[in-house]
């Protein structure tokens, strides 16, 4: 048994900032044994982006979003538990990280 994931990601980086696109397919599961049940496929995308702010010295705030499964596509991980119960993978959702160098700033 294994499962197949593929991924294509498109990055475009500046000085301060990044954008990405990507897209992860993922193959569906029809070698199962006599007690699983197989498994449909999914095309995911995603979009994500990060700002750098300098603020002072050597130091910057970092500012990442990324929204994920942008097109709320529903789909089950073959190997978890939930797709027995019927529970999907996280619909579209997004995330928001900051990150700031407190011990630079201390």
Request: hydrophobic share 35%.
């Amino acid at each position: 048994l294994h499962s197949t994931s593929r991924r294509q990601r498109q990055m475009c980086i500046r000085d301060r900032y990044m954008l990405y696109a990507e897209w992860q397919s993922i193959a569906r599961q029809n070698r199962v044994d006599r007690n699983e049940d197989r498994t449909a496929g999914a095309n995911l995308f995603h979009l994500g982006g990060s700002l750098n702010i300098p603020i002072g010295g050597n130091n910057e705030i970092e500012i990442t979003l990324t929204a994920r499964n942008i097109f709320n596509t529903r789909y089950y991980n073959h190997l978890s538990f939930y797709r027995k119960v019927e529970i999907p993978e996280p619909g579209r959702n997004f995330q928001l990280l900051i990150k700031i160098p407190f011990k630079k700033l201390l």
